[in-house]
């Protein structure tokens, strides 16, 4: 069935999350053929034009496996050890069944304290966004080895809505054991009714979910739910559906009704808008040249040192700045590359000469045009 509800995703940056039930069928080790046609599938979809990052759990659940654990450990070092064995079945298993297909993947590893932190927050997301370049699979898990009770994730829901948000994806996707979302647990109420559309963030469908269904999935809808209201903060729709359905992703990207799809309230870059505004101060300004402040302003480029002239204030790399016309106006603000220090000695410098004057390079732009809100 084709719908006339703009789901079609064909060209567009998607996060793909598999739960630990479909990766290891419920536990009882890594399901190849499973892995395999998402592989095919995800093939398809970057001949397509898609980007892809896949956030896959399983580890514990595949770890618990070969360690020949029958009941799940409750203490934390034990699943964290448990991880650790799991996370290389997982990957090896990626490993094979993307190669088929002429794709490379890679492993990245994140915790939550890499995402509150602005500067890791923006290493990681340049290192996606360079691995999406090279049209590699990024597959993301929590790095469970270091994590604690505070700061884990916790269930790869979350992580998948927080990834989604940075690198900007169009939508997540989010394969589960179940066709979608039931106005009640289908395994508490068979008869239950299947939500097609609804808008991420209505605080009804908290109440429409249950917990997780299998003894080696963790969050159940419920985390699904609070993902999506988390992943439309960017401007990113969410579809919740059955990793078992044939081509589901291919036939999500050509805009088929497949799952329950959960769109965001406002696009992405409203979202975006209302992020930079709402959540960060201005720690610092840039005085531009005439050049850079009609190129941000008409031509919807990205901030070069070459068009810096001077800067204020004692900001880090990824601090918001603001962005100072010749006379004196405020014309955009965004995320800055490189922290004060550093702009002071690049600045009125091609980006060709970053490398030399400070040793590195981050990114060839000061504040590149996603990370940019310009005034109107
Ligand atoms: N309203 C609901 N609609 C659909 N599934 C629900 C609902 N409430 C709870 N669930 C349960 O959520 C489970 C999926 O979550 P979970 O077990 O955490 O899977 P995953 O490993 O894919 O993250 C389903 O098997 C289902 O029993
Ligand atoms: N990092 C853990 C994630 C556990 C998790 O979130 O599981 P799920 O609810 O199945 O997505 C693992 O790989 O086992």
């Known amino acids: 069935m084709m719908t006339s509800n703009n789901r079609a995703l064909a060209g567009k940056r998607i996060v793909v999350k598999v739960g630990s039930s479909l990766v290891t069928k419920f536990g009882q080790g890594v399901d190849m053929g499973a892995i395999g046609a998402w592989a095919k599938q995800i093939a398809q979809l970057k001949q397509q034009g898609c980007e892809v990052v896949l956030v896959s759990s399983g580890a514990i659940a595949e770890g618990l496996k070969r360690l020949g654990w029958v009941k799940r450990p409750s203490e934390i070092h034990a699943l964290q050890a448990a991880a650790a064995v799991g996370q290389m079945g997982l990957i090896h298993a990626y490993e094979v069944s993307f190669a088929q297909y002429g794709l490379v993947c890679a492993q990245v590893l994140l915790t939550h304290a890499d995402l509150a932190d602005r500067e890791r927050y923006l290493n990681a997301r340049s290192t996606l966004f360079s691995l999406l370049e090279h049209q590699v699979v990024p597959i993301i ?23 989604t948000n940075l690198v900007e994806a169009d939508a997540l ?31 009804e469908l908290e109440k429409m979910a249950g917990g997780a269904g299998s003894a080696v999935g963790t969050g159940g809808m419920l985390t699904k739910i609070l993902a999506a209201k988390r992943a439309a903060r960017s401007g990113a729709a969410t579809v919740i559906a059955s990793g078992h359905e044939p081509d589901v992703l291919v036939r999500l990207i050509a805009g088929e009704s497949v799952g329950t799809f959960l769109k965001a309230p406002v696009g992405r870059l409203v979202a975006r808008k209302q992020w930079l505004a709402d959540h960060l101060k201005v720690k610092g300004t840039l005085l531009l040249d005439a050049g850079a402040a009609e190129a941000l302003r008409t031509k919807k480029g990205s901030l070069l040192p070459i068009g810096v002239v ?45 490398g030399s004057i400070l040793g590195y390079q981050d990114e060839p732009e000061l504040i590149h045009r996603d990370n940019m809100v310009v005034m109107s």
């Open 141 to 163: 898990n929590e790095n469970d080895t270091v994590v604690t009770d505070e700061i884990r994730f916790g269930d790869n829901d979350t992580l998948g809505a927080l990834v």
């Open 310 to 354: 001077s800067c204020e204030g004692r900001f880090q790399r990824g601090e918001l700045v603001a962005c100072m016309s010749p006379d004196g106006r405020e014309i955009a603000r965004g995320l800055v590359n490189y922290a004060a220090g550093e702009v002071a000695k690049i600045a009125r410098h091609p980006s060709s000469e970053i």
């Open 173 to 203: 996707v989010i394969l589960t054991d179940q066709k979608g979302l039931y106005r009640e647990d289908p395994r508490k109420n068979p008869e239950a009714e299947f939500v097609h559309l609804e808008t991420a963030g209505n605080p």
